[in-house]
């Protein structure tokens, strides 16, 4: 059994044929999914998802593009939210220097509140981190988070290294099949199975043959498979250890 530990199944992307791509997930052994919030109307569609699916649970949080237009009541519905049954983490939330759709001190002051509001509620954190590690390992370590994971790992070594002394998660999606990712290979022989769970963020980073088109769940997988083959194990001990990371980060019962 696997989990897809961060999708977008809320996506528009997936209204044609949502049901097809649960139940593709579920025959590929991909058993559980954990549907991510990355907007206010994201957290909303993903508590809603979890609601109508056994399957899914869902994240509720507000990704730093948004950070410029989030408001005090838009805070207070991901908290009413984030109260919901099946509702396992507060995320995305984070820092994105690289792209700065909105401005570095707010993502700063939006990504303070929303980890303050995840230890609120007893809550592990889902972390998106682009050229940002230096403000994100600060605010981390001064928000002290109960749990959290550091999704899609793109960061180097030395950046794994301090997750890792933090006692933060890594996850890592279908990106380590593409040619030019040799360096997140090297770094992702380095992950201690207890701290490394699986993930697509479906619809993005597609594997490498399907480069150009949509991910779903279901690739988690052959992700499984590529994991093994780099870190020289076999498939099922992957599988074993990142399925027992996930249930116990996210407290799946
Ligand atoms: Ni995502």
Not at 26 to 54: C, H, M, P, T, W
Not at 166 to 182: E, H
């Amino acid at each position: 059994m696997l989990i897809d530990t961060h999708c977008h199944l809320d996506f528009p992307d997936y209204d044609a044929d949502r049901n097809e791509v649960i139940s593709r997930a579920k025959k590929n052994g991909v058993e559980y999914l954990i549907n991510i919030g990355s907007s206010l109307k994201g957290s909303r569609d993903s508590a809603a998802l979890a609601k109508q699916f056994n399957n899914i649970y869902a994240a509720c949080g507000i990704h730093p593009h948004d950070a410029d237009a989030i408001t005090d009541p838009d805070l207070e519905e991901i908290q009413s939210l984030s109260a919901g049954d099946k509702v396992v983490a507060i995320g995305e939330i984070g820092l994105d220097y690289f792209k700065n759709f909105s401005q570095p001190e707010n993502q700063l002051k939006l990504f303070r509140k929303l980890n303050r509001l995840a230890k609120d509620m007893n809550l592990p954190v889902i972390i998106h981190c682009r050229e940002a590690e230096k403000d994100v390992l600060q605010v981390l370590k001064e928000e002290a988070p109960v749990r959290a994971v550091v999704h899609c790992f793109s960061g180097n070594s030395q950046f794994l290294r301090s997750c890792l002394d933090l006692g933060f998660f890594v996850s890592f999606t279908c990106n380590i099949t593409y040619k030019k990712a040799q360096l997140l290979r090297d770094v992702l022989k380095l992950v201690p199975f207890e701290r490394l769970m699986l993930e697509t963020d479906a619809p993005f980073l597609p594997p490498q043959d399907l480069r150009g088109k949509r991910n779903e769940p279901m690739h988690v997988k052959g992700l499984c498979a590529e994991v093994a083959k780099i870190k020289g194990v076999t498939f099922a001990e992957v599988e074993r250890a990142t399925t027992a990371n996930a249930i116990e980060f996210f407290q799946i019962k």
